[in-house]
């Protein structure tokens, strides 16, 4: 069977249209959850960029995989490197990116991580969307009282910075160069500014204002002509700039 849902990189499309609705991400999640029912721990990590459709569907998966009595650990916004380590970190069944990378905010998508942190192989894409197009996932009945448990991870990004930071050498010296690093106003936001300080850099954050409909917006990775010009108007002597999930990363 050739998935007609799952792409290069998990599922994609505009928010609110076939297949980016709140009722496919329900019935999606209530696929993954049939899928994994025999597992004896059953819990899912779900993290997001700053979309404004994030919301909407971080609720959808989640009421679908509660629906199946898989618990739900909620990063809220991160980087999908995060996800992918935290899933490992916390030995989650699965992990769960909502984002649509470097595209506009009118797109989303989701992305499954397997519990090593690696993405889904072709055969497990497959056959969840099996289950969802067979609706295969209402032979799952759940009793009230196994119905699954949400709970925030609040310390999720200070665990993955310190991940970061366990990485750097005790003998590390701070380099003199001046830094232009552009956020794409997407989830780095939220964690470049607290590594960059701890680190004691001489760094300038641009585009690291999200507000649900300027992520990748003229800036980021996929528009580097904002960061190569301040880098040119600060001096500076080099610039990075991400893109909204903060998978990929181009310097100038």
Do not use: W
Not at 121 to 135: C, F
């Amino acid at each position: 069977m050739m998935s007609t849902l799952f792409g290069t990189d998990g599922i994609r499309g505009l928010a609110n249209q076939y297949p980016m609705t709140a009722e496919v991400a329900f019935n999606l999640a209530r696929s993954v959850g049939y899928y994994f029912q025999d597992k004896k721990a059953k819990n899912v990590l779900i993290g997001r960029d700053t979309r404004l459709s994030g919301d909407m569907l971080e609720a959808a998966l989640i009421a679908g995989f509660c629906a199946t009595g898989m618990n739900v650990l909620k990063a809220g916004i991160i980087t999908t490197p995060a996800l992918a380590y935290l899933t490992k970190y916390f030995h989650t069944t699965i992990g769960i990116v909502i984002s649509a990378s470097h595209n506009h905010y009118r797109d989303n998508g989701i992305k499954f991580f397997q519990e090593n942190g690696m993405k889904f192989d072709n055969a497990q894409e497959n056959e969840i969307e099996r289950i969802l197009i067979q609706e295969e996932y209402r032979k799952l009945s759940i009793p009230g009282e196994m119905i699954g448990r949400v709970t925030s991870l609040d310390e999720s990004g200070h665990i993955y910075l310190q991940h970061i930071l366990d990485f750097i050498p005790k003998g590390f010296t701070k380099p003199e160069f001046k830094m232009i690093i552009d956020c794409a106003n997407g989830a780095s936001s939220f964690i470049v500014k607290e590594l960059f300080d701890h680190l004691k850099m001489n760094y300038q954050v641009i585009y690291n204002t999200p507000n649900g409909i300027n992520i990748n917006q003229n800036c980021g990775s996929t528009s580097i002509a904002a960061l190569q010009t301040k880098v040119i108007e600060s001096r500076a002597d080099l610039g990075f700039a991400y893109d909204g999930d903060a998978d990929r990363v181009l310097a100038v």
